[in-house]
C-alpha cells in the first residue's frame, strides 16, 4: 500500500513511470490471489499434491509461506527436521513459523523426544500454552531436576481450570510426592467451588477421602436454600465447606437471606472455615455494593487474601472513599497488583485525603504522563501546565518504504484484502511486536488507507513516545456520525468515542453475544428502535454504516434521557442496560463519577465506560472542538431515579 502521491514533489514523468508499476503489480497480485484461492481450496478437499504445485507458483509472493505451512502441519507425523527446520529458518520470526513450531513441539512432546523438545521450546518467542507448559515440566521431570516439583506446584496447582492431558502425569507426581499437601488440596478445592468447577470439586473430594455426589453438589449450587435446610454430601470439614458454597450462591441473589443462614452455621462451622465463610460473604456483598461488607471483611479475620476479595473491599471502601481502608487494602495487595494503574491512581486520592501530599503528588505526577482514563485525571488535579504536549509525528517516506519492505505486514494487508480477516489480524498484530513508533504510524496510515480502520488503531494506540492522534483515533463515517449526532442531540465526540470501543470502525463487527455493526447493536434493540423511527425491520440492516449509526444514535439518546442526561451513566447503560446502570446508583446520594466508574461490578463494563469517556476527550481535540476536560465529562451521578425504563 503506498502513500498518496504529490504531483507538486514528483515530476509527471516519474508519476507516470509509478502509476504503471502499480498497475502491473496490481495484475500480479490477483493472479498471485487466484493462486491462494486454489491452494486452499485445495487444503480443504485434502488434494495436498494441488497445495504442493500453488505453493510452487506462489514462491515469490508473501502469500507463499501459507501453502508451505499447510503442507507441514497437515504432515507433521511424517515429517522430520530435515523438513520443518529450513522453513523454521526462513521464515522466522514470522506468525506461522511460532504456530508450526509450537505444534511440533506438541509431536515432540508427545513423543517424549525431549532433547529436541528443549531445543524448539528455547526459541518459543510467544508465552507457551499450558499444554506446551506441562511437555516441558515433563521433560524437566525426565531430566531429573529437582526444582521442578515447587515450580509446577506454583504453575499448576492453584487453579480451578482444565488443564490439559499432557499435565496430568506431572499432577501425579504432585500428589504422590507429597509436593501438593492436604492444605493445598483444600486450598483448590475452595477454588473450584468459587468457580462452579463441579468435576474439579467432585475429584479433590475424592482425593480427601470423602464421596461428593454430582446431586448434592448441584444442589447446593443451584438451590441453596434448599440444601442448608437439608444438607447433603460429604461429613466434616466437606460439609462445612458445601455449606459456605451455598451461602455463597445464596449472597448473589439474597444477601439478607445468606447473613441469616451464615449465622444458624456459625455454630458448626471450625474456626478456619467459619472466616473463610465471612470472607466469602463480604466478597459478594462488596460486589453487590452492599455497606455491610466491610464488617463481614473485619470478622473474615487475618484470612489471607485473594486477589478478588482485596479488589472488592478497595473497590467498595472508595465508593464509600472511606481512605484509611483504600489506603491499606492496597498496601496489602502483592507489588504486581499494587503497580497497575488504577490502585496507583487511588492510593494517591488515599494518601491526598490522608495530608500526605508529597507522596500523593508523586504518584499523580508519574501517571500523568500517559493519556489513558487515569493520566487524564492525574494531570486535571495537576492542573493545566502538566503532561506531554500533543505533538504530530508526520510519517516520511522512508517509513512506508519500512512497510512495504515487511513481509508480515504486507501478508496482512493482502489478507484482509481477500476476506481472511482472522488470519490477516493475527499477521498484522504479529509482525508489530517490538515495532518501533515510526514502523507503527506508518503501518497506521497504510492500514487507514486501505479502510483497516480497527488495525490502524491498533498501531498507532501503540507508539512509545511518536504519536499521531488523528490516526489513534480515527474519524471515518464522519458525515454520518455528524449528522446523525445533530439530529439526536448527541455530542458528536462523545458518539465517536463510543463507536471506536464498540466496533473500531469494523462495519460489519459481530459480538459473541450477537451484537452487530458500528453501534454494536443487539437484534431485540436493532428491532425496537427499527419500529421507533419507522423503518421495516431485517437482520442485516445493521451491518449498513448509514443505519446502524441512525439506529445507534437513536438508542443512545433513550438510554441518556432515561438515565438522568448524564453520559457516564448512559454510556455504562449501553454496554450493561440501563437497569443495570441505575441499580449502582446510590439510592439517596450524589457520587463523584470516579467513584461510581471504579465500583461498577462488571470488569468490561467498567472498563468500556473509562475507554468510552477517555476517548470522547480526545476526539473533542481531534474533531476540533473546545477542550473538556475529563472530570468536567464524568461529572457527578445523582441519586437513583425510580421511575421504569421504557424499552429494551
Known sequence: MLRPLSVESRSLKKLIAVLFCLLAASVARADNKDDFTAA????????????????????????????????????????GPEQLLPFLNYYQGSWLAEKLRGEWLVVLGRNGDWPRFREQYRLLVDAPSTELLCYHLQGRLAQGDKTTLPNARALLWFTAKDLPPPCDPVLEQLLSTGTVTTDDIWARLRLAFENNAQGLARSLAARLGSELGAKP???AVSSPTAWLKSPAGGDGRLRQELAVLAIARLARSNVDAAHAALQEWLPRLGPDVESYAWRRLATTAAFRLDP????????????????????????LAIRHQDWDIVASSIRLM??????????????????????????????????SLDDDYYGL???????????????????????????????GLQRGLLLNEIGLRFEAVREWNWALRGADDRLLLAAAEVARDAGWYDRAIYAAERTKTLHNYELRYLAPYRDIVKDYSEQTGLDEAWVFGLMRQESRFVSVARSGVGAGGLMQLMPGTARWVAGKVGLPYEPGMVNDAGVNVRLGTYYLRHVLDNLSSQPVLATAGYNAGPSRAREWQHPELNLEAPLYIESIPFAETRDYVKKVMTNAVHYGMTLGQARVPLATRLGSIPPRNPKPIEGP
Open 377 to 407: 485525571l492525574a494531570r486535571e488535579r495537576l492542573g493545566p501546565v502538566a503532561g506531554p504536549t500533543r505533538v504530530l509525528y508526520k510519517v516520511i517516506d522512508e517509513d512506508f518504504r519500512r512497510v512495504a519492505a515487511h513481509a
Open 292 to 315: 455491610r461488607a466491610e464488617d463481614w471483611f473485619r470478622k473474615s479475620g487475618k484470612l489471607e487474601w485473594s486477589e478478588y476479595s482485596l479488589e472488592w473491599r478497595t473497590r
Open 334 to 367: 502483592a507489588p504486581e497488583q499494587q503497580k497497575e494503574r488504577a490502585w496507583q491512581y487511588w492510593l494517591a486520592r488515599a494518601l491526598e485525603a490522608r495530608d500526605n501530599k508529597a507522596e500523593a503528588q508523586r504518584l499523580i505526577a508519574g501517571l
Open 40 to 79: 486452499r481450496e485445495a487444503l480443504g478437499k485434502g488434494d495436498l499434491k494441488e497445495v504442493a504445485t500453488r505453493a510452487e507458483a506462489l514462491s515469490r509472493d508473501p502469500l507463499g509461506i501459507y501453502p508451505r505451512y499447510w503442507l507441514l502441519s497437515r504432515q507433521l507425523s511424517q515429517v
Open 217 to 219: 453438589l448441584e444442589t
